[in-house]
Each structure stands twice: as C-alpha cells, then as structure tokens.
C-alpha cells in the first residue's frame, strides 16, 4: 500500500497516501476534517472550518508577490465508496488498499478516492511546501460534493478572498474545462400496503451483477448498461409469463454513479420455477449480446430462497414495474452547438422497493437550465402517472463557458510550453462546484483542471501516474504567473 508514497511526484503522492488512510466517505467526514485541520497546524498556515463544514486554509505571497491577485485552490474532500461485492471494505472504518497496474494507481476492489484525493493532496502540497513562489493563496476542500454538493451550496459569500479559481476537480489531463452541466436530484416515493404471500408459491431472487458501472455524468454517453433498466425488462416478462409477483427491490447505491447492480425478490407459482429459470438464462444471453462491445460478462443469476411472507399487491407492482420501464435513463439531447458534448441526461440511480414503501433516486443533468426543466417534469410525469410524490432538490445551474479567461489563456501558454503541445478547451457534462461558487463569488476567473482519473465512482477507479507530475509542473508554474495585475 505504502508503494504509492515513492512516485513522482512525492509531496503529491505522499500526501494522497496519507489521505488513503483516513475514512472520508461522503456523509461521514469528521475524520478527514480533523486530519486537515491538524495538517495545517503542523505545517504553520491559517485553518479553519466554517459552517458547511469546509476546510479553508490560507498561506500568505511569497516576498515580492503580494501585490499578485489571490488563487483559490478548489477541491472536495468526501469519496464516493464504491466496491466490489466480494468487497468486506467497511468505508467509515478501513484504510484505502492501494496497488499499482501498469502504470496506474488502483484501489484493492473499491473506490480509489482519487476523485477528488489528487486535488485535496495537490492543495496540501502547496500549503506545506516551502520553494514555491505564489501570490495570496487559499485551499477551499468543500465537504459532502458526491451527495449533493452541500459543502459548495453552504458557502458563505465574503469568506473566501481570492480572485481567481482553480478547481482540481477535472480527471483528463490535457484538458481545461471551463464549464460543466447543472443538476437536480428527482426523489419519487410511493407508501403501499403490503399483501400477504401465497403460502403455496415459492420464491426466487434474481441478481443482475457485472456491469462496469460508471459516473454518471462522465460517462452516460458511452452506453453502459443500467442495472435497474435492464432487470426491469427481465422482471416484467417474468411478471407476464411465469405469473411472477415482486417482494423486494434493491438497485443502485449512489445517486451519481451508474448502478451495476440490482436484484429483485420474486414470488410465483412453484410449477413455474423452471421456467423463471430458463427465462433468467435467457435474458442473461439476451444483455450480453445487446451489450457486446461496451460490457462483458454481464450475470443474471436465480437462486432459490425462503418465500417471504409478504409482497406487493399486484396493482401497485405493475404501476411501478410501468413507470422504470418509463422512465428516461441515459442521453436525451447533445449540446446543438458542441454535437460531441452532452447537454441533457438522467441517471435511475436508485431502487428501493420493499416494506411497504417504493423508493426512486434520480440525478438530472443539463447545461441548459431549460432543459434541466425540461428532463426533471419529465420524470415526473412518469412518476405522478404511477402515482408516485415526486420531490426535487438540490438544483444547482450550469457553469457557463468563458472562453476568453486571462487564467484560461496563461494556463494554455504554460501547458504549450511544458508538453510542446496544445491544451484542449472544454466543456464537461458533469457536474462542478465551480457554478455555486461562482454564484456567491461572480468576479472570479474559474478555470478547472487535473491528472488523469478514469471509472470514478466504481470499484476500478484509477489514476495514471505519468500525468500527475506534468500536472504539477504546470501547476508551479502556474502559481508564478497568473494573477499578474495589470
């Protein structure tokens, strides 16, 4: 595990092992929180934690440069914990089990935590380091991004005193982004009486595992399978051909992150098991041929199990069996004038049915805040029609592109420089803290940018070592230049 600490380069490295051995998923951050506060003590700059429960520190210009514009260095500190299902990895207790692959960091079957670790050690970096040359710095490590961007939307105006943003968020090196997609989360929730079992019926619990999963904003547009979406078809030809009833459903884990998993309870007949059997293997051939090329070894898998002694009454199934199949997952339009961006998607992250209540999480993305509009009544049209309450919550608009940024511009004649190459300007369907932060803070230059991070969110998080430390260099660099006043 500690392999990592000896990579280049190390005040980078160091200092993401240190934070590997720290619990911080999202909604649990005590921990991290306390670490950075002490790491700031240790290295000798002003820390404090605010309301939010943001960590801000604050290191002075070096001599010479105090007349430069103040950079804020931006990342979040929570994780998105993610595993594997032979996974034990308890998230609020264990360390980050870190191995190295071909050139890549990975986590052992887990979330790596380099979304956003690499940011949150780049700003630890700067504050501890004592050869760099900086106008006023600050280091804003924002709490709870993955869950809602909470720590971003409680931010004060007025605490923070910089000019110019870097967040340290973005995962293509190369690439500068300068705007990202808004968000809404659309919750629908239904209360049902549940009925009791057939004592003469058998029950079966199906699995669907083996997708790869993903982000979904990063990732929607590649086409990778939804676990709720492909078991909904499965269930609903159970339901019309074995006389299948549903007890239980559990799909998805995180609001963000493409579900790879789902598996359903259901009840039938006893004469009728063979033939679920069969159906099972049917659509488990059916999916790997439909997604042949995008993932592999997709499973569907049947396993007998105690009939439960209750379930859901038929008509409130077949309502909520209608409104997942309904229900828009994935891409609904591009970005008319960037075709290759995707401006508008949905994400049916979650699934809970069971108990007598039914339970739907899931993330609109948009960078056009009409459209945003537009994708989250349509959910809930689709939800209201099953009679499901449909709430929204946590909105937060697009970042609009500048593409005429003087940090932007500096960035790209550095990176030009460095790599002999040009950088890319782009704009991400996922979403930034960026837009909240520059709706309290408009006078800000934002540009974002990072090291290379690929399947965030999933147990095959990896960050590729070769492009962490051109990432610094550009970053020293960086902090020498821009901010220059006129």
């Known amino acids: 595990m500690s392999e990592i600490r000896n990579l ?3 005040c980078i490295w160091e200092n993401f092992y240190a934070l590997t051995q720290v619990p911080r998923p999202s909604g649990h951050l005590e921990k991290i929180q306390a670490f950075l506060l002490d790491f700031a003590k240790r290295v000798g700059v002003e820390a404090f934690q605010d309301e939010a429960g943001n960590i801000i520190m604050r290191k002075p210009a070096t001599p010479g ?15 998105v914990p993610q595993k594997a299902p032979e996974s034990n990895h308890n998230f609020e207790t264990d360390p980050i089990e870190t191995r190295i692959v071909d050139g890549w960091v990975y986590a052992n ?3 790596l935590g380099s979304d956003n670790g690499m940011g949150v050690a780049t700003i630890m970096a700067v504050m501890e380091a004592k050869d760099l040359q900086h106008g006023p710095v600050e280091g804003l490590i924002t709490a709870d991004e993955e869950t809602g961007m909470f720590g971003a939307n409680d931010l004060k105006p007025g605490v923070l005193k910089g000019d110019i943003l870097l967040n340290l968020d973005s995962e293509s090196w190369g690439k500068f982004v300068i705007g990202s997609a808004g968000g809404i989360d659309v919750t629908a929730d239904m209360g049902y009486q549940e009925v009791a079992t057939d004592k003469n019926d058998a029950a079966v619990k199906v699995t669907l595992s083996g997708l790869r999963g993903g982000h979904s904003g990063l990732e ?12 909904v078809r499965f269930v609903r030809s159970a ?16 609001r963000n992150a493409i579900p790879f998993k789902a598996e359903v309870v259901l009840t039938l007949p006893k004469e009728n098991v063979e033939a679920l059997k069969e159906l099972v293997a049917d659509w488990c051939e059916e999916f790997n041929e439909e997604y042949k090329g995008i993932e592999k070894d997709i499973m569907l898998v049947a396993e007998d199990v105690e009939t439960p002694e209750k379930e859901v009454p038929v008509e409130i199934s077949d309502n909520l069996v209608n409104a997942i199949y309904a229900c828009h997952n994935g891409v609904m339009r591009m970005i008319p004038a960037i075709p290759e961006v995707v401006e508008t998607s949905s994400n049916l992250a979650i699934i809970n049915i069971g108990g007598g209540n039914a339970s739907f999480k899931i993330l609109a993305r948009s960078s056009n805040d009409e459209m945003k509009e537009c994708i989250a009544e349509t959910l809930e049209s689709c939800f209201n029609m099953a009679g499901m309450k449909v709430t929204m919550s946590g909105s937060y608009s697009g970042w609009n592109p500048n593409p005429d940024s003087e940090t932007l511009n500096t960035l790209l004649d550095i990176y030009k420089e460095q790599n002999k190459t040009d950088g890319i300007v782009q704009v991400d369907h996922a979403g930034l803290e960026c837009s909240i932060i520059l709706g309290k803070y408009p006078h800000l230059d934002v540009v974002s940018l990072g090291p290379t991070i690929r399947s965030p969110h999933t147990a095959t998080e990896r960050c590729e070592i070769a492009t962490v430390a051109p990432f610094w260099n550009l970053l020293k660099e960086a902090l020498k230049q821009v901010g220059k006043k006129k």
């Open 220 to 231: 929607i547009h590649e086409g990778r399978g939804n676990a709720n979406k492909l078991m």
């Open 109 to 111: 079957n887990t979330t």
């Open 239 to 254: 339901i019309s051909e074995c006389d299948a009833h549903l007890a239980t459903w559990q799909g998805g884990n995180m």
């Open 8 to 10: 280049d380069p190390k």
């Open 65 to 79: 440069m105090e007349d430069r514009k103040g950079i804020i260095l931006q990342a979040h500190m929570d994780m």
